[in-house]
């Protein structure tokens, strides 16, 4: 195993950024002590969509998420993931 070498000092984000960019990561790191983690709070980055739907199915939705006390759009999101992972 080779030698792992030392990470210089930045100036700025920009500097290291650049630098990460043209340097191999495993040779300032001992990649068989890296440890696999989670960000359980990291959240789903989510963009904005018009979705237009009839006025009685919209109603529907409305009045099935109010029985199951969660808002209507995410009773829509629940369906969507549903329907997706199946």
Known sequence: MSKIKEIPLFKTEDEEREFWDTHDVTDYFDMSKA????????????????????????ENLKVKANSMDVPYQSLIKMILEKELVA
Request: proline content about 8%; overall charge positive; charged content about 25%.
């Open 35 to 58: 440890k696999a983690v989670t960000f359980p709070n990291l959240k789903k980055s989510t963009k904005t969509i018009s979705l237009r739907l009839p006025a009685d199915m919209l």
